[in-house]
C-alpha cells in the first residue's frame, strides 16, 4: 500500500533563530490537524447548537471505533440529516448546569464531540470572531435505548457504499484526514472506556462537548424506578445519589487521559551504529527502535534511559527530545528522542527485561539502506527492491520511521535530519 504524505510543519518556512539553530520542526503522522479547535467554546451550548445544525458541518461517524470511509484512503462525513433521528432536533438546548441536574441515566445518549472548525472553508458559519466549516464526531455504536436508531442509520450509510473500517487501516489516510480521525478515535474511546466514576462506581455525563465527564448529584432514573415499584413505598421518592468526594473541591471533573510514552533511536558512544530491538510477534527481519511508558515522577531523557537499560542492558548518556508524535491506540503521545551511549555502554543484555526477543547494533549504512527498501506497516509487504533477509523496519507514517531518518540523515552533525518527502 503506497504511504501516505506526511504533515507539513507548521510555519516551516519562517526563518527564526530556533529554526537556525535547531532546523525545521518536525511534524509526524496523526498531528497537523487543520481544525481550529477553539476549545473554550465546549461550553457555550448556543454555539454548539448552531454549529451543529449549519449545513457545511461534517460528521465522522463510527461504529465501534472504525470510522465510516469510501476505503481505507478516505472518510466520509455524515450531515445533520443523516444523523438528526439520532441525536435529535438539538442536542446542545440545555446548558451544561440542566443537563447536569436533569441527567437520568436509563436513557443513551449518543456520545457526541465537537472536534472544531476549519478555518480554510468559507462556509458561511460564523460565531462572534471565529468561523470556518465545523466538524463532529458522533459514536453510532448500537446501544441501550438507541439501539435500532443507530441500526438505521449504519444500514442507510452502508447503502451509499460506505463502511466501517476496521483495523489501523487509517494509516493510510491522507495526514490531515488521519489527524481528524486521531481526534475523533481518542477522544470516543475516552469517553467509551469511562461510563462510571473513578471514585464512586456512578454512571457519568459527558459535558463539554465530549471532553470531559462528571459525576452527577442527581439521577432521576432512581427517581422513575422507585415511581414503578408502587405507591406503598413508604420512603420519599428521591433523586440524589449517594456522595462523592468529585463534587466537592475545584476540579470535580475527568479528563481524557494521554499518557507520554518515550520512543528512542540509540546511537553508539562512536556514532556509527544504531540500537534496534524486536519483538517475537512481529514479522521476520522485522526491527525497531526501543520504546516504553513514561512513569509517575520521571522526567522523559530518565524515562528514556531507563527503557533502554530495562529492555537492552544498554546505558546511555545525553538524550535530546526529536519530535512527538500523538497516537490514537488508545491515548498515548509518542515522545520521540535520541540518545546516546556512554562509552563503553554498548553491551547488549536482554535478562532484565524479557520485552525484547532481540537486540542488535546495525550500521547507519544498513539503518539508511532499509529505510530506503525495507519500511512497511505490521502486516504489509516490505518496499519494491527489499530482498529477503534484509533488515525491516517501520513506514514514514510511525516516529520510529522519523528517528532512525533523522540519524541517518545528519542529525548527529547537527541537521535536524528530518526525512524528506
Ligand atoms: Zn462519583
Redo the contacts with the bound molecule.
Keep these: 500500500m503506497p504511504q501516505p504524505q506526511l504533515p507539513e510543519p507548521a510555519h516551516a518556512q519562517v526563518d527564526s533563530m530556533l529554526s537556525r539553530k535547531f532546523g525545521k520542526e518536525i511534524a509526524n503522522y496523526f498531528s497537523g490537524s487543520p481544525l481550529n479547535r477553539v476549545s473554550f467554546l465546549r461550553t457555550d451550548h448556543a454555539f454548539l447548537s448552531a454549529a451543529l445544525r449549519h449545513p457545511s458541518t461534517s460528521f465522522l461517524l463510527f461504529n465501534s471505533l472504525s470510522p465510516l470511509a469510501r476505503d481505507p484512503t478516505k472518510l466520509e462525513y455524515a450531515s445533520f440529516k443523516d444523523v438528526q433521528p439520532l441525536v435529535g432536533d438539538d442536542p446542545y438546548s440545555k446548558n451544561e448546569e440542566q443537563m447536569v441536574s436533569e441527567y437520568n441515566s436509563s436513557v443513551t445518549v449518543p456520545q457526541l464531540l465537537f472536534l472544531g472548525l476549519d478555518e480554510r472553508e468559507k462556509s458561511g458559519f460564523e460565531w462572534t470572531i471565529y468561523h470556518g466549516s465545523p466538524y463532529f464526531a458522533l459514536d453510532v455504536t448500537p446501544k441501550g435505548t438507541i439501539c435500532s436508531t443507530a441500526e438505521k442509520l449504519i444500514e442507510s450509510m452502508k447503502s451509499r457504499g460506505l463502511q466501517f473500517v476496521e483495523g489501523r487501516m487509517h494509516m493510510s489516510l491522507p495526514a490531515e484526514q488521519a489527524a481528524i480521525y486521531a481526534q475523533a478515535r481518542a477522544l470516543l474511546d475516552w469517553n467509551a472506556r469511562n461510563p462510571f ?1 473513578a ?4 454512571p ?1 455525563l459527558s459535558i463539554n462537548a465530549g471532553t470531559k465527564r462528571t ?1 452527577p448529584p442527581k439521577d432521576l432514573a432512581s427517581l422513575i424506578n422507585t415511581t414503578s415499584i408502587g405507591s406503598t413505598t413508604a420512603t420519599t421518592p428521591t433523586a440524589d445519589r449517594p456522595d ?4 466537592k473541591g475545584i476540579s470535580n471533573l475527568c479528563f481524557p487521559r494521554t499518557d507520554p510514552t518515550v520512543i528512542m533511536a540509540v546511537v553508539s558512544a562512536d556514532s556509527e551504529r544504531i540500537l534496534l530491538g524486536r519483538q517475537k510477534r512481529w514479522p521476520k527481519y522485522w526491527y525497531s527502535t526501543l520504546a516504553g511508558f513514561v512513569e509517575p515522577a520521571e522526567s522523559v531523557e530518565e524515562a528514556v534511559r531507563r527503557e533502554v537499560w530495562e529492555e537492552s542492558g544498554v546505558t546511555l548518556g545525553r538524550v535530546v527530545i526529536h519530535s512527538t508524535q500523538p497516537w490514537p491506540y488508545p491515548a498515548n503521545l509518542m515522545i520521540g528522542a535520541i540518545g546516546q551511549c556512554t562509552p563503553g555502554g554498548e553491551e547488549i543484555l536482554l535478562k532484565h527485561d524479557p520485552e525484547l526477543e532481540d537486540a542488535k547494533w546495525v550500521t547507519l549504512a544498513e539503518v539508511k539502506e532499509a529505510l530506503h527498501v525495507g519500511t512497511s506497516g505490521l502486516g504489509e509487504e516490505a518496499g519494491e527492491g527489499y530482498k529477503e533477509g534484509g533488515l525491516r523496519l517501520p513506514p514514514r507514517t510511525a516516529i520510529a520511521n522519523q528517528l532512525l531518518s533523522a540519524v541517518t540523515g545528519g542529525f548527529l552533525e547537527g541537521g535536524n535530519g528530518g526525512s524528506k518527502m
Design positions: 466514576c471514585q464512586c462506581g456512578q457519568t459525576c462523592c468526594a468529585t463534587r
